[in-house]
């Protein structure tokens, strides 16, 4: 079973970087992918970025494109996100997920997979 532990969350001003990490351990097999995910209160979680099958591509979501980077440490089974350019709006609870890989992540909500406890980011203008 798998185990996922964020940290990198916090406050940070309108225009400015956050980087989130995710230190995955556990068995990770070819149907999974990694990704992140975030969610605000009475709102559904939503996709932000994630990998495609064998991490050949790589999906953001539209209100990130450009702005957010994600990365993985395939050694240390790590996952990143860079988060620049910051926007109140992207004011969220983050997760980082290993799910089944999806056909298309645009609207994906996985109901298994694992997920980390998530990290609160708060942007202010």
């Known amino acids: 079973q798998g185990q996922l532990v964020e940290s990198g969350g916090g406050s940070v001003q309108a225009g400015g970087s956050l980087k989130l990490s995710c230190a995955v351990t556990?068995?990770?097999?070819?149907?999974?992918?990694m990704g992140w995910f975030r969610q605000v209160p009475g709102k559904e979680r939503e996709g932000v970025a994630g990998f495609y099958r064998r991490g050949f591509s790589i999906y953001y979501s539209d209100f990130v494109k450009g702005r957010f980077t994600i990365s993985r440490d395939n050694a240390k089974n790590n996952l990143y996100l860079q988060m620049n350019s910051l926007k109140p709006e992207d004011t969220a609870m983050y997760f980082c997920?290993?799910?089944?890989?999806?056909?298309?992540?645009?609207?994906?909500?996985?109901?298994?997979?694992?997920w980390g406890q998530g990290t609160q980011v708060t942007v202010s203008s």
């Open positions: 556990g068995e990770m097999y070819d149907w999974l992918c």
């Open positions: 997920a290993v799910v089944p890989c999806p056909g298309n992540w645009a609207g994906y909500r996985p109901d298994s997979g694992y």
